[in-house]
């Protein structure tokens, strides 16, 4: 199992253009989660999915829109980037069902906006 | 979610067990204590959770206090490669519930 997958690793854009993070999961998961993470901060989560066919607001919405294609993939998207947007992007996914399961990591997106 | 509050950093001779505690005053009978690890701007790694009693694996364990209020994470033997950002979370367990990250403590394992 490769677990949780993001693509690309390292972006650079500039202001005003768009992208698209992507995320994969080969763990049969129902729930999944997109987090930033700051320079010397915590990771906040920015959209979550709790099941194919939902998604909802994390604490950080604003600026990025998501698709749950399907039960492995979750996409985040940047419609007009800008540099309050640099960051490192983390994808997440847990089982949910059982309630108390862990989260699974993938190895980040490091994303600069010029 | 509950808070949680952490020290910012710890250090820990290098074969030596490491205890990290938290703090988690306001938590609510249905809230599960978790933490991760960061090892250097990785995705984040799970370690272990726990409700009410105590738990071991095969990478820690957690001991959480009568009244749940705190518990500590317990690295028995400290190598170099525990040197990471550790987090402690409670979380609600229920299929939809979220993690919501502090600001960790760092702990530093010294040879």
Partial sequence: NAGVTQTPKFQVLKTGQSMTLQCAQDMNHNSMYWYRQDPGMGLRLIYYSASEGTTDKGEVPNGYNVSRLNKREFSLRLESAAPSQTSVYFCASRSGTSGDSEQFFGPGTRLTVL | ?111
């Avoid at chain 2, 950093?9 to 204590?33: F, K, Q």
């Avoid at chain 2, 726990?50 to 095969?58: P, Q, V």
Wanted: proline share 5%; charged share 15%; net charge neutral.
């Fill in chain 2, 1 to 111: 979610d509950a808070k949680t509050t952490q020290p910012p950093s710890m250090d820990c001779a290098e074969g030596r067990a490491a205890n990290l505690p938290c703090n988690h005053s306001t938590i609510s009978g249905n809230e599960y204590v978790y933490w991760y690890r960061q090892i250097h701007s990785q995705g984040p790694q799970y370690i272990i959770h726990g409700l009410k009693n105590n738990e071991t694996n095969e990478m820690a364990s957690l001991i959480i206090t009568e009244d749940r209020k705190s518990s500590t994470l317990i690295l028995p033997h400290a190598t170099l490669r525990d040197t990471a950002v550790y987090y402690c979370i409670v979380r609600v367990g229920a299929s939809g519930s979220r993690l919501t990250f502090g600001e960790g403590t760092q702990l530093t394992v010294n040879p």
